[in-house]
C-alpha cells in the first residue's frame, strides 16, 4: 500500500505515534515517535522496540493492530494539523535487512516492529 504523501509529511515532523493492540487481556496501547517511523519501499512501517513487551504478546495472540500518527505542523482537511488512521497487521523481526535498517540508526532497540497497513485514513 502506498503510504500517502501528507502522512510521509507528517512522519516528519515532531508527533506522537500511538499503536493499539488487542491481547487476552484486552486492549493495549504503545506511544513511539513521529521521526523513529521508517517506510520500506513496499510500503510498510517500521519502528524500533526497545520494550514492547505487552505489545508483542499480545501481537503474537492476534496480529492486527491500529496506529495514529499526527501533526500540527502539517494542514489538514479543515485547517492547521492533520492526522491518520493506519489499520493493518503487525510482526516482530528480530533479524534481516528490515531489523538491520531499525538496529542501526537505533542501537537501543531489541527488535523492529513491521506493519503492514490494510487501510489508511486522514482524520484530520
Not at 488487542?22 to 526497545?50: C, F, K
Not at 492533520?82 to 537505533?106: C, N
Amino acid at each position: 500500500m502506498n503510504i500517502p504523501p501528507v502522512m510521509m509529511e507528517v512522519l516528519q515532523k515532531d508527533g506522537v505515534v500511538a499503536i493499539a493492540t488487542l491481547g487476552p487481556e484486552g486492549p493495549h496501547m504503545v506511544n513511539s515517535w513521529n521521526s523513529y517511523v521508517r517506510v520500506t519501499q513496499d510500503g510498510r512501517l517500521l519502528i524500533p522496540a526497545g520494550y514492547m513487551e505487552h505489545t508483542e504478546a499480545n501481537i503474537a495472540f492476534n496480529d492486527q493492530v491500529l496506529l495514529t500518527v499526527g501533526s500540527s505542523k502539517v494542514p489538514g482537511q479543515h485547517g492547521p494539523g492533520t492526522g491518520f488512521l493506519v489499520k493493518g497487521k503487525a510482526g516482530f523481526l528480530f533479524s534481516g535487512p528490515d531489523y538491520d535498517l531499525i538496529k542501526g540508526t537505533f542501537v537501543w532497540a531489541r527488535a523492529a516492529l513491521a506493519i503492514t497497513p490494510e487501510s489508511i485514513t486522514q482524520t484530520l
